[in-house]
């Protein structure tokens, strides 16, 4: 990866769960960004660009489906990827999310730290 | 004429006399009063030319004769009234001045004398001349002769004649006897009539009073027959006559046994108990008898056995009556009440006594009665079922003592509320049993009022709610799982985000071995969300668990908090925003926290699903002032009320909300019995539930509770 890192958004209504992401994510050499409103998180996407966003599909203020389809209307280069402890892989949501292209991944609660890794490396590559 | 004046004097004056005395007898014999005796006598001596009579009878003491009668012409009299100026018609002898006169009524002489001599006897000579001369007695003598009536001498008949000889004096006496006999005849004639009339007066009195026995008799509402030894019937009455459909002449003088059916004569031993009252003059309290008149419907009698004594006996002596031996009773009477109608009405009475009775008796619920003061009087079986207490071990008790310790208060209060006036009352207090256990019983009591509205008991019909409870317990779990179905999701959700969090932790931990300040940070996140993912699993197996029983102090509040710290999650999912407006220090109340807490699910529950869209659910808690109408005194209550911002209930609906089994949601989705079960349990504590709903705008469900009286 040449220039600046990449740059990626987490917007969990958990602040553990923010914590968790950005301590997985920072030592693999992403610029972390962390909120846990949606509205917050469009604010910032209006700000600055971000490579991937890590959207809770519950969050208080903004489904974590229709704050996917903001993200992609405002900031189409920005990849996303669901993350949920309320869906599951087969749930039709997502298997539809995944499909048109609403969202690029979907991790489901508890996960594996790799996996997250794995996503954002995938998540990067799409997006540049 | 000729015949006779060829005849000698003396045989001719004979004749005459004889034929005069046959006059005489004939015209008197047979008169009646004695008057008349002497004036149809007097007539007869009027028509003789030759002799003058008179009658004189003794006055009352004795001592004068009066003038009864006399035969002397009219003129004569007033001649010598007016000569003498004496009126001889009224002139009384005076017995001590005639000798003559004395004889005859005192020693019953007949005498004869010169009637000169008589008059000469009574009056001063001149005067007495006078009277001689003037009535013609100068050559007159007269026969006086003892008038007798039943063999006392009562007076003189005095014949005068210018010649009288000897034998007249015969003929005299014989005129004399038969007019004795003419006024004995009359005595007796009189004597008989008086004996007649009287006969006839009697005879009267006793009709009438005949009359008046069968009148009375016949007026007494009584059938009352009447025999003699032999058992023949002597009297009887139209009662005994119209019921019995028979008439006076077959039954007056006809045997008892012809009278009665032989049935009858059998069954009661009539025939028997009549000689022994014969026997012995007791009255004989018979008993019951029956008896069916042809064309009647058998009538039901109470008769009895009543000893007439024999009249003689029986009247002078009444208290010997009952010393009265084999001659004293003469008759008896049977005496006969009709006493269908009474019998009719007691059975009726006994059999709805009975009916009522084996109502109480059988009946599947309590049914206890109890003095004004509370102390038990009847216990039914159902009573004695449940509670394992005999009638004879509870008798006397007060109810309160046998209820649950914790709860005799509020059965000594709703008791206390009877006696002050209050009307019907509802409670749930569980009653102790035999053998030590509680059974649920709701009670229902009422004051028992006497025809002036004092209360003179109180009953309660209690009903065992073990199986109730059973039932409502099972109900209650299999909706409580419904929701834990419906939580599930959520739940699952929830604890995912802890699990996520200490996964992650986890692994940083043995990827970053040489950082320590990740380490502390690691373990403080494994530690935090480990006792968050614990309390969410301790809330659901809570909610889970089977509910006890019992009712305690409940705070109101706390139950309400946890309720909603279950639920929170399920809210933030649906966006759905919770707004707590709680009234601190709410009034205490009894109650059951796991109950409450299902009403408290079920309604949040019921509004999150009103909110697919999100929305806000606001729960308001505040004391109310005025007491409950269900409630038993005026404490202050709490009031819980639940508005959403959901669809709405339809108008139509709204009735329908509390029916078990009436849901809106899609099949597997409710089970319909969250409010009807909610419903329940609010009832049983008491208080009431309400729900105001507009479509579009929201539902709002109401719950009153009572709170514990204030004195507690």
Redesign the interface.
């Known amino acids: 990866m040449e220039g600046e890192s990449p740059r990626i958004l987490v917007v969990d209504d958990?602040p553990?769960?923010c914590?968790?992401?950005e301590?997985?994510l920072r030592?693999a050499g992403y610029a972390m960004t962390a909120t846990t409103s949606g509205a917050e998180a469009l604010k910032l996407l209006d700000g600055e660009p971000y490579d991937v966003a890590f959207v809770d599909a519950?969050l208080?203020?903004l489904?974590g489906l229709e704050l996917a389809a903001l993200i992609r209307q405002r900031s189409p280069h920005t990849a996303i990827v669901l993350i949920?402890?309320?869906f599951y892989q087969e749930d039709r949501s997502i298997t539809e999310g995944l499909e048109k292209g609403l969202f690029i991944g979907f991790i489901?609660?508890?996960?594996?730290?790799e996996e997250v890794r794995l996503m954002a490396h995938k998540a990067v590559e799409r997006a540049r | 004429m000729e015949k006779r004046e060829q005849m000698d004097k003396p045989l001719r004056d004979l004749i005459e006399i004889i034929h005069f005395t046959e006059n005489v007898s004939a015209r008197t014999h047979g008169v009646l009063d004695e008057a008349e005796i002497y004036r149809a006598a007097m007539e007869e001596f009027a028509k003789s030319k030759r002799y003058t009579a008179s009658i004189l009878v003794l006055t009352d003491d004795r001592l004068k004769l009066r003038i009864a009668g006399a035969s002397i012409p009219p003129e004569k009299v007033k001649a010598g009234e007016e000569v003498t100026r004496l009126r001889l018609k009224e002139y009384e002898i005076d017995l001590s001045k005639s000798s003559i006169y004395s004889q005859v009524v005192r020693e019953g002489k007949t005498v004869q004398a010169n009637v000169s001599y008589i008059i000469g006897e009574l009056f001063p000579r001149p005067l007495a001349s006078l009277i001689s001369k003037t009535m013609g007695y100068e050559k007159k003598s007269s026969i006086l002769t003892p008038l007798r009536r039943r063999g006392k001498i009562i007076g003189v008949l005095a014949m005068s004649s210018t010649d009288l000889a000897e034998y007249f004096i015969t003929s005299v006496r014989n005129l004399a006897q038969h007019i004795s006999t003419a006024l004995e005849l009359a005595d007796e004639n009189a004597e008989r009539k008086r004996v007649e009339e009287e006969l006839r007066e009697s005879n009267r009195q006793l009709e009438g009073r005949e009359r008046l026995i069968t009148h009375i008799l016949d007026s007494i509402p009584s059938s009352l027959v009447v025999f003699d030894r032999a058992l023949r019937v002597v009297s009887t009455n139209r009662n005994f006559l119209e019921k019995t459909r028979r008439e006076a002449q077959d039954t007056l003088g006809h045997k008892l046994e012809e009278v009665f059916p032989q049935v009858l004569m059998e069954y009661t031993q009539l025939a028997q108990k009549a000689q022994d009252v014969f026997r012995t003059g007791q009255l004989v309290e018979g008993g019951q008898l029956s008896y069916r008149a042809p064309g009647l419907s058998t009538r039901i009698y109470y008769y009895r056995l009543i000893p007439l004594l024999a009249l003689s006996r029986a009247c002078p002596e009444p208290s010997r009556r009952t010393e009265g031996t084999e001659e004293a009773v003469e008759n008896m009477m049977l005496l006969m009440d009709d006493i269908t109608e009474r019998e009719k009405l007691g059975e009726e009475m006994r059999r709805a006594e009975r009916h009522l009775a084996s109502v109480v008796e059988c009946a599947n619920d309590l049914v206890v009665s109890m003095d004004p003061q509370g102390h038990i009087v009847t216990w039914n079986q159902a009573a004695e079922k449940t509670s394992g207490l005999k009638t004879e071990e509870v008798k006397g008790q007060s109810l309160t003592s046998l209820c649950a310790t914790e709860q005799q208060q509020v059965m000594a209060k709703m008791l206390q509320g009877l006696a002050r006036g209050e009307s019907i009352q509802n409670v749930e207090v569980s009653l102790f049993t035999a053998d030590g256990r509680e059974v649920p019983i709701a009670w229902s009591c009422s004051p028992m009022r006497d025809d002036a509205g004092e209360m003179v008991g109180i009953v309660t019909v209690g009903r065992d709610l073990t199986e109730q409870r059973r039932l409502e317990t099972q109900l209650l779990q299999s909706t409580k799982m419904a929701s834990l179905g419906v939580m599930a999701g959520g739940i699952a959700h929830e604890l995912r985000n802890p699990l996520g969090i200490i996964l992650a932790s986890a692994q940083l931990l043995q990827e970053h071995a040489d950082d320590a300040q990740l380490h502390t940070q690691c373990a403080e996140k494994i530690h935090a969300a480990t006792q968050r993912a614990s309390l969410i699993i301790e809330n659901l197996l809570k909610f889970a668990r089977p509910t006890g029983e019992r009712m305690r102090e409940v705070d109101l509040k706390a139950v309400l908090e946890e309720t909603l710290a279950l639920l929170a999650h399920q809210m933030t999912l649906q966006k759905i925003t919770l707004r707590k407006e709680f009234q601190p220090d709410l009034p205490r109340m009894y109650g059951n926290p796991a109950l409450l807490q299902q009403v408290f699910t079920n309604l949040i529950l019921n509004a999150r699903n009103a909110m697919p869209q999100g929305g806000a659910l606001t729960v308001v808690t505040q004391a109310t002032e005025a007491g409950l109408a269900s409630s038993r005194d005026s404490a202050r209550g709490v009031e819980i009320r639940f508005s959403d911002t959901g669809h709405g209930i339809p108008p139509e609906n709204l009735p329908k909300v509390f029916d078990p089994f009436f849901t809106t949601m899609p099949v597997g989705k409710g089970t319909g019995l969250g409010l009807s079960i909610s419903y329940s349990i609010v009832q049983q504590h008491q208080g009431t539930i309400e729900v105001e709903s507009q479509v579009g705008k929201g539902t709002t469900f109401t719950i009153r509770l009572p709170g514990t009286s204030d004195g507690r």
């Open positions: 958990e553990d769960m914590w968790a992401l301590n997985i030592p519950k208080p203020d489904d949920s402890g309320y489901s609660k508890p996960f594996d730290l």
